[in-house]
């Protein structure tokens, strides 16, 4: 299982970014059971951002930010606005995801860094 994420780069203060996270597995069928966002600044530890439940609700940890899932095509996205420099972080996309060789696990993507200018 690969998780890859997307969209993350410069912006300045009170500018807006969309991340994208895909899930893939290369010859194997999955389910994904969750799936969404955690952040790390530096020197602080890795935090939660938003997520959803299959089958459920969506959560964020900030009201600026809106989490969305195309269940079609795998993919998950968090729109960012009114972005604050206190934002700036490397963002991960997390899912727990299910195979037939390994269940249900949580998987990381690789991160994409988010830097917001003041």
């Known amino acids: 299982v690969q998780l890859q994420a997307s969209g993350g780069g410069l912006v300045q203060a009170g500018g807006s970014l969309r991340l994208s996270c895909v899930a893939s597995?290369?010859?194997?069928?999955?389910?994904?059971?969750?799936i969404g966002w955690y952040r790390q600044a530096p020197g602080k530890e890795r935090e939660f951002v938003a997520g959803?439940?299959?089958?459920g609700g969506p959560r964020e940890a900030e009201s600026r930010f809106t989490i969305s899932a195309d269940n079609a095509k795998n993919n998950v996205g968090l729109q960012m606005n009114n972005l604050k420099p206190e934002d700036t972080a490397v963002y991960y996309c997390?899912?727990?995801?299910?195979?037939?060789?390994?269940?249900?696990?949580?998987?990381w993507g690789q991160g994409t860094l988010v830097t917001v200018s003041s």
């Open positions: 597995a290369s010859g194997s069928r999955f389910v994904i059971n969750t």
């Open positions: 997390n899912a727990n995801i299910w195979t037939p060789s390994k269940g249900s696990i949580y998987y």
């Open positions: 959803i439940v299959a089958g």
